[in-house]
């Protein structure tokens, strides 16, 4: 189908762009592409490659690039364009504008500014993920990349251990086997996990195990393309003091204070502070 050029009321116009597949595209999304007075983009040759896939011209109109490393310089041009009335379209490298994109900071200075922001829905690898995991999805959280050293990654999981309800993640191929056996560690090596490779793409791949048995799997393979990890939530979203109790003796006896509490907190899901202070009571009154 031939994308309609129509006249849009100005206005910052966020387009969601394939993120594999071409033809994900909606025809609302290519109806703003050829119609916007600007174009603005995570990446400007993606994005041109897409336009010359549906046979979408430029017709002598600016594409703007707007990324992680020029986005201040780049965003004044873009108010600009709306201060005179313009619409502008903003499209990342590949899914939802403003899910781990460079875009947030551009939207909520349109919106500080006064202009519309505009929102055309598409294609999103975290609900991609979510449809194809098999896991609970009335309830997720969106955790994008955990950091990038171990310590640092332990400790994030350790803040969303507790949340009750499926955990998602985006991954690098190269640290993801690092980051599956830190979760298990963390979260607990039973709760189960999906890790999804190349969605949309021809090379689509959907693995479903407990997160011990994945990240065993990761540690004896290497990955390509975009990954996105899910674990599903806690089985136990709160421990009676009891249990707590019975917990953190058993993890005493072989740690210190500190180490036994991280190793609790992970399990349970309960805040560390909480954690912290009964593990700090039981070791003072130990004999």
Do not use: W
Not at 25 to 40: C, K, P, V
Not at 59 to 76: I, M
């Amino acid at each position: 189908m031939i994308p309609q050029k129509r006249e849009l009321a100005p206005g910052l116009y966020l387009v969601a762009t394939p993120i594999g597949t071409a033809r994900d595209i909606t025809l609302r999304a290519l109806d703003l592409l050829a119609s916007a007075d600007l174009l603005a983009a995570e990446d400007t040759r993606s994005l041109r490659r897409l336009m010359e896939i549906h046979g979408v011209s430029l017709e002598g109109r600016e594409l703007l690039a707007y990324h992680d490393h020029n986005g201040a310089r780049a965003r004044p041009r873009i108010l600009a364009a709306l201060e005179a009335g313009k619409s502008v379209v903003y499209a990342s490298e590949a899914g939802t504008p403003m899910v781990a994109d460079p875009g947030y900071d551009l939207a909520r200075a349109v919106v500080e500014a006064g202009y519309p922001l505009i929102s055309a829905p598409g294609p999103s690898a975290v609900i991609t993920a979510l449809t194809l995991s098999g896991l609970p999805t009335d309830r997720f959280f969106f955790a994008g990349f955990l950091p990038a050293t171990a310590a640092k990654r332990k400790t994030a999981l350790r803040e969303i251990a507790g949340v009750p309800g499926t955990l998602v993640f985006y991954e690098s191929p190269k640290r993801v086997a690092a980051m599956l056996a830190d979760a298990a560690e963390v979260l607990g090596g039973a709760r189960q996990a999906v890790l999804c490779r190349e969605l949309t793409k021809k090379f689509e791949e959907v693995l479903r195990a407990p997160l011990s048995e994945l990240a065993d799997l990761a540690a004896a393979r290497s990955f390509k393309g975009e990954i996105v990890v899910l674990v599903d939530r806690g089985d136990s979203e709160n421990l009676k003091e009891f249990d707590l109790d019975r917990a953190l003796l058993t993890a005493l006896e072989s740690h210190s204070v500190r180490d036994a509490t991280d190793l609790v907190t992970g399990a349970s899901g309960l805040k560390r502070r909480q954690v912290y202070q009964r593990a700090l009571a039981l070791a003072k009154s130990a004999p």
